[in-house]
C-alpha cells in the first residue's frame, strides 16, 4: 500500500472541510494517508465539529509530539544556511524562522522515513516551505496543493517550489494561470487543474421552499472582510427598502461577527438576520435546503478563488449569486445557473436581483435546476479525486 504524508497547516478546521472530504476520499481509494499538522485546532472548532472531522483529528500527528534527535538538530542546522533554504525565503543568511522552518523539516523527514512514506504532499505556504526542505532531507518526492489566496498574496517560495517539486495541484483554473504566468516556461507542465468538487452523497438536490414566504438567502464562509458578509448585509437592506422580503442566514464564525451583528441592528433587519455561527459539514447542506439562493460577495483580488462551498450549494439546487470573483465563470453563467455581479460597486444590482427575484420562483427553479447540472458535469470530487491519485501514482512509480 502506497504510502502518502500530508502536510498541513492546522488540522482539522471547519473553515476548511474540503482538505478532510480529500483525505478521507484518498484513503478510500486504498492510500495509506499519514496526516502531519504544524498546530492544532482550537478546542471551540473542535467541539463545532461533525464525527467524521473528529475522527480525523484522533488520528492526525501534530508536529510537536515529533521527537527531534540531536543529529536531526544537527542537520536542520546545516539546512538554515541551505541554497535551498534561503530560496524559500528569498533571505540569505541564518534567521530564527529559516532555522525554525529546517527544524520542522527534519522532524518531519524522519517522521517520514520511519513510517515508510513514499511521497509528501502539503497544502498552503507554510506547509509547502517545509515539505520542500524535508524532501530535500529525505529523498522524497514532494508535491503541492495550491490555493487562489497564496497566488497572488503568499507566494514568495514558489520560484524555488517548481523547480524541486515533481507537480501542483490547483484548485481552480484563474489562480492556475495566474501564478504560471509568473514562473519560467519550462517548469508550467508542473501545474495541474484539480478541484476539489462536491460528494454528491453529501449534497444531493433537494427541492426549493415552497413559494410565499420570504426570500431566503444564505452565505457560509469565516467571518472575515475578504469574505463581503459585510456587503451582504447591506444588499438585503436595500433590496428590503425596496419593498422585497428577503431573510439572510449567514453560516460561520470569525473576529467579524461582532460588527456584523451590530451592522444588522444598525440597518434594521432585526429577525431578518440570522448568524448560525460554525455547524458541522454534516449540517450544511440542511441550511441550503431552507434557502432559494446561494451569494458570496467576496473580495475579487484571489482572496478567493472558488470557494468548494459555492459548489455544495449549487448542487443542492441553489442559484450562486456572486462577487466577479477571478475564477466565479468556471461554474456560473449569468442568467443561466446564477448571477455573477458586474465590477465595480454591485451592491445595488445585487439588491435589484433580490427584488426581482423575490417575485420569481420560477426563474430560480430553472437556474437551480442548471446549477445543480453544472456541479455534476464538472466538479464531481470522484472524477477529481481520480485525477489527483493518478498524479500521486505517476509521481511514486518515478521515484520507486
Same mark, same amino acid.
Not at 478521507?24 to 496526516?35: L, N, T
Not at 476539489?196 to 457560509?220: E, I, K, N, W
Given at each position: 500500500m502506497k504510502k502518502i504524508l500530508y502536510l498541513l497547516p492546522?488540522? /482539522? +478546521?471547519?473553515?476548511? +472541510?474540503?482538505?478532510? &472530504? &480529500?483525505?478521507?476520499?484518498?484513503?478510500?481509494?486504498? @492510500?495509506?494517508?499519514?496526516?502531519?499538522?504544524?498546530?492544532? /485546532?482550537?478546542?471551540n472548532e473542535l467541539a463545532a465539529m461533525g464525527p467524521r472531522l473528529r475522527e480525523l483529528s484522533s488520528d492526525t500527528v501534530y508536529l510537536k509530539r515529533i521527537p527531534v534527535a540531536v543529529s536531526q538538530l544537527f542537520i536542520a542546522l546545516i539546512a538554515s544556511f541551505s541554497d535551498l533554504n534561503n530560496q524559500v525565503s528569498r533571505r540569505r543568511g541564518l534567521s530564527v524562522r529559516g532555522v525554525l522552518r529546517c527544524l520542522r523539516a527534519a522532524a518531519?523527514?524522519?517522521y517520514a522515513k520511519r513510517t515508510g512514506a513514499d511521497m509528501i504532499y502539503a497544502h498552503w505556504p507554510q506547509p509547502s516551505e517545509v515539505a520542500l526542505l524535508a524532501g530535500h532531507m529525505s529523498g522524497l518526492p514532494v508535491a503541492l496543493s495550491i490555493h487562489a489566496h497564496e497566488v497572488a498574496?503568499?507566494?514568495?517560495?514558489?520560484?524555488?517550489?517548481?523547480?524541486?517539486?515533481? #507537480?501542483?495541484?490547483?484548485?481552480?483554473a484563474a489562480a492556475m494561470r495566474y501564478l504560471l504566468n509568473l514562473l519560467p516556461p519550462d517548469v508550467?507542465? *508542473?501545474?495541474?487543474?484539480? @478541484?476539489?468538487?462536491?460528494? #454528491? +452523497?453529501?449534497?444531493? @438536490?433537494?427541492?426549493?421552499?415552497?413559494?410565499?414566504? /420570504?426570500?431566503?438567502?444564505?452565505?457560509?464562509?469565516?467571518?472575515? /472582510? +475578504? *469574505?463581503?458578509?459585510?456587503?451582504?448585509? &447591506?444588499?438585503?437592506? *436595500?433590496?428590503?427598502?425596496?419593498?422585497?422580503?428577503?431573510?439572510?442566514t449567514i453560516v460561520g464564525e470569525g473576529s467579524g461577527r461582532d460588527p456584523l451583528m451590530s451592522k444588522v441592528d444598525a440597518l434594521g433587519l432585526g429577525d431578518a438576520g440570522q448568524f448560525t455561527g460554525w455547524m458541522a459539514h454534516e449540517r450544511i447542506g440542511e441550511e441550503f435546503a431552507k434557502a432559494h439562493l446561494f451569494v458570496l460577495l467576496a473580495d475579487t483580488n484571489f482572496h478567493d478563488g472558488l470557494p468548494n462551498v459555492v459548489l455544495e450549494a449549487m448542487a443542492t439546487g441553489r442559484p450562486a449569486i456572486l462577487s466577479p470573483l477571478p475564477a466565479a465563470a468556471e461554474v456560473v453563467t449569468s442568467g443561466v445557473n446564477g448571477v455573477i455581479l458586474a465590477e465595480g460597486d454591485y451592491t445595488e444590482e445585487c439588491a435589484d436581483l433580490f427584488v426581482e427575484l423575490s417575485s420569481d420562483s420560477a426563474t430560480i427553479e430553472r437556474w437551480g435546476a442548471a446549477a445543480a447540472q453544472a456541479v455534476r458535469d464538472k466538479h464531481d470530487r470522484k472524477v477529481q479525486i481520480d485525477k489527483l491519485c493518478t498524479l500521486f501514482d505517476i509521481t511514486m512509480s518515478a521515484h520507486d
Open positions: 492546522r488540522f /482539522p +478546521t471547519l473553515s476548511e +472541510t474540503f482538505i478532510a &472530504e &480529500e483525505i478521507i476520499a484518498v484513503r478510500a481509494r486504498g @492510500y495509506d494517508v499519514r496526516v502531519i499538522s504544524l498546530s492544532q /485546532p482550537r478546542q518531519v523527514a524522519s498574496h503568499d507566494n514568495a517560495h514558489f520560484p524555488a517550489a517548481f523547480k524541486a517539486i515533481c #507537480f501542483a495541484a490547483f484548485c481552480n508550467r507542465q *508542473k501545474g495541474h487543474l484539480v @478541484y476539489h468538487g462536491v460528494d #454528491f +452523497t453529501q449534497f444531493p @438536490y433537494r427541492s426549493l421552499p415552497s413559494p410565499g414566504g /420570504p426570500l431566503r438567502v444564505v452565505s457560509a464562509g469565516r467571518l472575515t /472582510p +475578504t *469574505k463581503g458578509m459585510d456587503r451582504l448585509v &447591506e444588499c438585503v437592506a *436595500k433590496a428590503r427598502a425596496k419593498g422585497a422580503n428577503v431573510h439572510l
